[in-house]
């Protein structure tokens, strides 16, 4: 998708939730999208604040949540009570390692196991949409 069809998509997004355009609304969509890490909203509005964008910390929040709610990024639960997002744009489906020591998130993508959910999904009549398959556990570093 182009810069701009990316952009009229996410006017639409945010006139069906009766915002407005702004330039902070949209340097929150730039900074979701050039990341590719899995960041908490205040670390997003760290990150802006870092690059002298003025963003509202209100502003970063409600702009997340339109982003997941249009596609846009996605929001991660990793059982901490903390939620991380990471960009759907120009990110194909994958799953994620997290370390429960450090945080540390890789991610991973494995047809075998994507086929293997589509039939077990199968066998009981069921259409899959999404998945979340999130593996938890100590990274390298942590084992030591
Ligand atoms: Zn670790
Ligand atoms: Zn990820």
Redesign the pocket.
């Known amino acids: 998708m182009t810069d701009t069809a990316l952009l009229d998509k996410f006017k639409i997004a945010l006139k069906k939730e009766g915002l407005k355009n702004t330039p902070q609304r949209v340097a929150v969509l730039e900074e979701i999208i050039k990341d590719e890490g899995?960041r908490e909203s205040e670390e997003i509005y760290l990150a802006l604040k870092n690059q002298g964008r003025h963003v509202s910390r209100a502003t970063v929040y409600r702009t997340m949540d339109i982003l997941v709610s249009n596609g846009f990024a996605r929001k991660l639960n990793l059982g901490d009570g903390r939620a991380r997002y990471?960009s759907k744009v120009n990110?194909p489906h994958?799953d994620?390692l997290v370390c429960i020591d450090c945080g540390l998130?890789i991610?991973f993508m494995d047809q075998e196991i994507e086929d293997i959910q589509e039939e077990i999904a199968d066998q009981h009549d069921f259409v899959l949409k999404r998945h979340i398959h999130q593996l938890f556990g100590l990274c390298k570093t942590c084992q030591k």
């Open positions: 899995h990471e990110s994958h994620h998130i991610e």
